[in-house]
Structures are given as C-alpha cells and as structure tokens.
C-alpha cells in the first residue's frame, strides 16, 4: 500500500511553483544535486516527484522557507495519484462532513491516517444520505478505506484550510483552480450569464439542471426555504461534484444522478418550478434513431443536427404547467431551417417567450454571441403569450470602446424582461421589442432579435454623431500631444543591471503575491482579466454568496497581471480602480513601497521577451509564472527614470484606446445613418 506521505506527487513545473523558479533551474537541481528527490511516477519526459521529499529537500537546501497553505492543498489535490477529480470528490465528502458534523470530523482526526482512513467511510456514509438521499439514487459514492488512504494528507489540509476559510470557500477555490488550470475539460457557464438566467428563472421551490456540468447554473439559483436543486450529467465526476458544491453552498435538498439526460432521464417522474440548461451544442450522437417516438417531443421530432431544441423540449417537460425554462443557446438555434418547424411550433402554443442575443464573449465558445432562451410550459390556467420579446444585448450600455460592461448589459437585459413579464410589452429601440406571434410565422421563422430590432431612434443622430466626432478629434490631439520622444544617445551602449525575478522579490519581501478567487462582497466591482487586457474599468460584480474577507480587493499601487493567454499585459490599480474584487486568472503585486516603484514593476513585467521566458504552453493555451518574471534589480532611485516613461506609455496607451473607441462609434453611427436614410448622403 503507497504511504500516505508518498503520495502526492508534483511534477518539475509544481516544484518551480512551489520554490518561485524556472523549470530550468529545477533541471538544474537534479543533474547537480546527488540528493535530489528521484521520480515515482509519471514518464521519462514528464517524471513525477512525491511532493513530501520534495519539501524536505527544498527545505534543507534553503529554497524552500514555507509553503502556503492554499498551495499546499492545491498540490496535494492537483499531484493525487487518482487525479484530480477523485481528489475534489474526497475533499468535498471530508468538508460535507465537517461543515455538517464537526464533532464527528475532530473525533476521527485525532487517530492516525491509516485508522482514519479504516473510520471515515462509516461517518461519510451518514452524512452523505442524511445530504443526498438513498444510497441506490445518489451520484456521490462513499469511497473504501483503500481507496480514502491516499487522500488522507489532503483532507487533514483541506480541513486545516477550511479553519480559514470555511468548508464552502474552500471547496470553491480548490474547484476553480481546477477548472482554472484545465478549462477545456468542462463546459463552464461564467457567473454573469448564469446569474442573469438565474434571475431571469426567478425564485423557485424546485429547480432542475438537467445537463449541471460543474453546478454553476444551480448554484446561482436564487435561495428560498424549503428548496430542492436537482441536476443531472452524463459524467459521474461531474454529477458527484455538483451535488458536493451544492451541499457546501447552501441548505437546500440536494438530488444529482449521473446518466445520459436524453436517453436515460432520471426524473421521467417529476416537474420542476424552474429548469435552468447550458446544454452540449452540436451534438450529433444525441439519441436521434433511439428517441424517435419519445412522448417528449410534442412540439415535433427534432433533426439530427438540432440537438438543442431536443434539450429545449426536454426542459419543457420537465416543468410544471407555467413554469420557466432558461436555455443558453447557440445562436444558429435561432435560424436554422431544419429546426423552423419545432420553433414555429414553440411560438403557436406560446412555449417560447423571449430569445435575448448576449454579447460575444461573455461565455465560451467566446466567439459566438450566444442566446439565451426564455420558455413557458403551456397549460389550462396559463395564459397565451403576449408575443415574443426579441433582446439584441450587444447594443447594451458599455464601457468606454471594446469593453463590455456586464453589470449594465445584465441591467438592461433584466429591465426588458421584468416589463415584458410583467406588461407584455417591452419596445426600446436598438435594444429590446415584443413581437407578435404572427409577424414571426413566414417560411424561415428566424428568431435572431438582430434581424427583427428596428435601429435606434433618429432623433437627435446628427447631433450625438457630432459629439462623437468632436469627442474623437480632442482624443487623436491628444495622442499627438502624448506620443513618446525616442531616447537620446545609443541604448547598446548603457550598462545592463543586474536582474532579479518576482519570485526571489518576494521570498526577500519587496512584494507580495496574491491570486484572484473571482468573489467579494455581494455588489463589489469584479476586476477581469479582460478588463486588465483592454484597460477597461472593472465589469464584473462579486456575488453576495462568495462574500468573506479573504477576497482578494485592489488598492492603489498594485500591480495585476493576467496569468492567462499569452499577452504581455500588466495593470496598475490606481484610485477609480481601487477597491475591486481580483478576479480569476489574475495575479496581484503589492510592491514595497519603499523597495518597488509600481510603474516600474508593471513596466518590466509586460516585456515581450520576459513573458515568452516565464510561460508554459499546453496545445494552444498558455500559462504565465509570474514568479519567473525578470526585473533589474535597482534601488527606489534608480527606478524612476523608467517609472515615468512608462507612464508616460500608459498614457499614450489610454489615449489611443479612447480614439480607437470613438473611431468606431463614429463609423458605425455615420454607416447606420446613411443606410438606414437617417442621415442625408450630403
């Protein structure tokens, strides 16, 4: 049997990590020090080390001062010997445990790993059915003692971290670096869209997901007592790690199955309040010759190529007569002609309610402006329809240029719902309008809202175009004003100073580095990695679940960098952007102020070159250690004379953003304008 210290294993880019160095160095390491820890696992190639020895050697050579933690547990998860998703049900089974039986957890924590392992079962098994019902229904399986023995050194750590954070917290962050570090592995619906269909959907008793991924759909769902969340999902993992999230989340009875929804629906027998659904899209191998007589199908037999109006009407009947159904879609449901029939239907017996055009985005494939859908299951004592409320979202409020303001898209999307729902009518130009059911049934049905939407109102055009225009010209004046001076002299002939890296920065103590959680206080403004990137100002919100002060929150002077990529990007906060909450795939510097200009931090980390030099890439994705960014190593005065041009950059920088922003609104209103006859050709 492996020993419990032996095994998590880390490989040579965990141990870089961990001692704030290359992998190089690491290489380095194992060819010059005879006592270097030798592989257990993994290949020639990609050899794995147990995390422990590891620890100790880097300890003992004076590499190592203290592991974090966060990092800690993340390694013992990330490096298990049954991977990742074995790891985060074990540790989700172990915080259920301690979240709802602490007595029980410090019982069986006093005795040793091996009896630990041998006990926990027994108490997991309680708290489980006590969590998620009989064991024949349930998708969370109570693993063996065997099985438990491995996991050992990462419960004991999850639980030494959940006295920090508390057991849903730290569930949270050990999933999303997860999901973080291996986002192709899971369909992810972010927080903004998934709350925006959460509110849409409304307060329910009982909500389903029939395709719950990793839960997010349902755990945006707004809470009421007495409420029941079930999910459902083709892979166990999956199915397992929703109902783990969910129980960690809230009080709410908690049901998830894992088997195939279309083929094998597990709740054939029961109706939901709500049904909320981020399905597969482009599913060809959905069940189409199985299901060809399934009584589901009542508004016509979907195409092979229209999976997602299968998963349309499976969410209809799943509901209760009145309730709502809310589909993120692609939008090619909206207009494809093998699917005109079923929508045409949809909109006859007054299923389908709204079709709301997000913008580009906001949720992956990030490509594609999705849909989401709003439906209504039809029944006696439910009145028809008021037509269908078409939502063009990318012509929402936004920030200033490319960056799109979710909180205000999100507003605007939930104002022209809630007047729809509530009056039946719901008509703002360029944004939002309630068409009649018949004007939708020609020969296409197309539902997309950007071919129904009449442009914005003329009025005062010539006018805003003016603004714009003017707006534009003090912005290009001012880029001219601001456009850098080359440096005198020859640059080749100037000594090069000596570098430093982050890492060694902050083992030294000139600066601290802090990873974002994407959560705060309910209401908080969300800095992105996006917003980083395009030197917007924060557009995300922090939901009021994911409160607690261990929240990342930005003050003057830090430096954020996204980790995410592979551009050469670093931001400093400065007083409009103070106080927002970190979001994922950030890293945030707090320098020294009496070792670290910011600017001439953020300055040297957005070099090209250090960049390529501290990333790793896997397939077409690319990872930056942060830690393995290069800097000179100066004192405060000799720091300044980069401090000022790079902000003299940033500047320069801002002002073309701005000029690049009002070029293109100019050029699009002036287009609109003489195509849509609102502005005279001369």
């Known amino acids: ?242 109902a783990l999230r969910l129980a960690l989340h809230s009080d709410a009875t908690v049901r998830t199955m894992a088997a195939d929804t279309l083929r094998a629906d597990a709740y054939d027998d029961r109706r939901a309040d709500a049904v909320l659904c981020h399905p597969p899209f482009n599913e060809r191998n959905w069940g189409h010759d199985e299901l060809a007589y399934d009584p589901r199908w009542t508004y016509g037999f979907p195409a092979r190529a229209e999976s997602e109006l299968a998963w349309v009407q499976h969410a209809l009947a799943r509901l209760v007569d009145g309730g709502t159904a809310v589909l993120l879609m692609p939008p090619a449901a909206a207009s494809r002609r093998s699917g005109r029939r079923i929508r045409a239907d949809l909109l006859r017996r007054g299923a389908l309610r709204a079709v709301i055009a997000l913008p580009a985005g906001v949720a992956p494939p990030y490509n594609l402006p999705l849909h989401v859908w709003v439906l209504r299951r039809p029944g006696p004592a439910v009145p028809p329809a008021p037509g269908l409320l078409l939502v063009e979202a990318a012509g929402a409020p936004a920030a200033e240029g490319h960056d799109r303001h979710w909180p205000a898209v999100q507003d605007a999307v939930l104002d022209a719902w809630h007047a729809f729902d509530k009056h039946g009518t719901a008509d703002r130009p360029g944004l939002a309008r309630s068409v009649p059911v018949l004007e939708l049934l020609d020969d296409e049905v197309d539902l997309a809202p950007a071919r129904r939407l009449p442009p914005p109102a003329a009025d005062g055009a010539t006018t805003d175009l003016a603004a714009v225009r003017d707006g534009l010209g003090e912005a290009l004046r001012r880029a001219a004003d601001l456009n850098p001076a080359l440096p005198p002299g020859d640059p080749a002939a100037a000594p090069r100073p000596p570098l430093t890296t982050v890492g060694e920065l902050a083992r030294a103590g000139a600066l601290s580095l802090h990873t974002g959680t994407g959560t705060g206080t309910g209401g908080v403004p969300l800095l992105t990695d996006h917003d980083v990137l395009t030197g917007g100002a924060p557009s995300g919100t922090a939901p009021e679940a994911a409160a607690d002060d261990t929240a990342v929150r930005t003050e003057p002077g830090d430096v954020v960098v996204p980790v995410f990529g592979g551009g050469a990007a670093a931001r400093v906060i400065d007083g409009a952007t103070a106080g927002a909450a970190l979001g994922r795939g950030l890293t945030l510097l707090r320098p020294d102020p009496a070792a670290l200009d910011p600017w001439f931090l953020a300055g040297f980390l957005r070099g090209t070159a250090n960049h390529r030099r501290a990333s790793s890439y896997a397939s077409t994705s690319a990872r930056l250690d942060v830690r393995r960014l290069e800097l000179p190593r100066l004192p405060l005065a000799g720091q300044r004379g980069y401090s000022e041009r790079f902000r003299e950059l940033a500047a320069f920088e801002d002002a073309l953003r701005r000029a690049a922003g009002l070029g293109e609104r100019l050029v699009r209103g002036m287009h609109d304008g003489l195509t849509e006859g609102t502005l005279p050709p001369a």
């Not at 190592?64 to 074995?86: D, K």
């Not at 693993?143 to 050992?152: C, D, H, I, Q, Y």
């Not at 992810?188 to 997901?209: F, H």
């Open 1 to 242: 049997m492996t020993p419990p210290d032996k095994s998590t294993e880390v490989t040579a880019a965990g141990i870089a990590r961990l001692a704030g160095v290359g992998r190089a160095a690491v290489s380095n390491w194992r060819r010059r020090h005879g006592d270097f820890p030798k592989p257990v696992g993994g290949t020639d190639t990609s050899p794995a080390f147990a995390l422990a020895e590891v620890e100790r050697w880097l300890r003992a050579q004076g590499k190592l001062v203290e592991v974090p933690l966060r990092e800690r547990v993340w390694q013992q998860l990330a490096g298990h010997p049954a991977g990742p998703s074995t790891a985060l049900t074990h540790t989700g089974l172990a915080l259920l445990l301690l979240r709802d039986r602490p007595p029980a957890w410090l019982a069986l924590s006093a005795v040793s790993d091996e009896r630990l392992a041998a006990l926990l079962p027994e108490a997991l098994d309680e708290a489980v059915t006590a969590r998620f019902g009989i064991r024949r229904r349930r998708a969370v399986r109570v693993p063996e003692p065997a099985e438990l023995l491995p996991s050992v050194p990462l419960l004991r750590g999850a639980a030494e971290l959940a006295a920090e954070l508390g057991a849903r917290r730290t569930y949270e962050f050990l999933l999303g670096r997860q999901l973080d570090a291996n986002p192709r592995q899971y369909t992810l619906t972010p927080e903004g869209p998934a709350a925006l269909m959460a509110q849409i959907a409304g307060p329910a008793r009982t909500v389903l997901d029939p395709a719950c991924g990793t839960g997010a759909l349902l755990r945006a769902a707004p809470a009421r007592p007495d409420q029941y969340l079930y999910g459902q999902d083709s892979a166990p993992e999956l199915a397992a790690l929703t």
